[in-house]
């Protein structure tokens, strides 16, 4: 199975950003260790990429949309550091979007719990019956 070059573009990606979002200086700062870059989808022609972020361990959405903002602040930073670090013939413009699927995901696995367990099927006897 062979993976496509965009593919192995979304991956390098995700790790770049991931790896230098460290290296930025936030105003308020963020606590880091709860936000993930989840995914990242680059066009064909590499010069756009939508960048998945998720906050972990918040009930509060509007902490979700300041981490987003923050982002959005440092955003030619972030781009600067990639076209850096990474040799591709376009930096793609970032658009920083929040990644609601572990909510999502968390949603099932709630709805699944509360589901009452299956009942119980009676045994299955080795006997035929007579005929």
């Given amino acids: 199975m062979s993976i ?4 192995r573009v979304n991956e ?3 790790r770049e950003i991931a790896s230098s979002l460290y290296r930025l200086q936030f ?16 066009s064909p022609d590499l010069r756009q990429a939508r960048v998945f972020v998720s906050v972990l361990l918040t009930d ?9 903002r923050q982002l959005m602040k440092q955003r030619k930073e972030l781009q600067r550091m990639l076209a850096d670090n990474i040799v591709l013939k376009y930096t ?4 920083f979007m929040q990644d609601d699927s572990q909510d999502s995901a968390a949603r099932v696995l709630q709805i699944l719990d509360a589901l ?5 099927e009676p045994p299955k006897s080795d006997e035929s019956p007579e005929t």
């Fill in 4 to 7: 496509s070059r965009i593919d």
């Fill in 12 to 14: 390098l990606l995700q």
């Fill in 27 to 42: 105003d308020p700062p963020l606590d880091l260790a709860r936000v993930t870059i989840s995914q990242v989808l680059c």
């Fill in 60 to 68: 509060d959405p509007e902490e979700g949309r300041l981490v987003i």
């Fill in 92 to 95: 793609p413009h970032l658009q």
């Fill in 116 to 120: 009452p367990p299956p009942a119980a």
